[in-house]
């Protein structure tokens, strides 16, 4: 069974890094052909694709992210973190991890993490 969980602060201060973690559990992220993504959802807003590591290493970056996202994985560990630098109040939203084959859709995604909260606050 394909799991995916979400951990990292709840909490972090404008100006700094945001860095969270998905620990993927029932297949390993070097599994072909699967993206593995991040999306985020601010309050009162809809979805927002991030980024995605995918099976091989490869990483794509929304481009009005990338030039202060970074998306990396341990695959001894099964798990892929996300970076969001120099973070504002206006990054303030539930996080999600998810799986998908290389589409940037919530309906492309098949297994979701539940998701966490991350507040950008001083």
């Known amino acids: 069974q394909v799991q995916l969980q979400e951990s990292g602060p709840g909490l972090v201060k404008p100006s700094q890094t945001l860095a969270l973690s998905c620990t993927v559990s029932?297949?390993?992220?070097?599994?072909?052909?699967?993206?593995w993504s991040w999306i985020r959802q601010p309050p009162g807003t809809g979805m927002e694709w991030m980024g995605a590591i995918a099976y091989d290493g490869s990483t794509y970056y929304s481009p009005s992210l990338k030039n202060h996202t970074s998306i990396s994985r341990d695959t001894s560990k099964n798990h892929f973190s996300l970076q969001l630098r120099s973070v504002t109040p206006e990054d303030t939203a539930v996080y999600y991890c998810?799986?998908?084959?290389?589409?940037?859709?919530?309906?492309?995604?098949?297994?979701w993490g539940r998701g966490t909260l991350v507040t950008v606050s001083s």
């Open positions: 029932g297949v390993p992220l070097t599994t072909s052909y699967y993206v």
């Open positions: 998810a799986r998908g084959l290389g589409g940037r859709a919530d309906d492309d995604m098949d297994y």
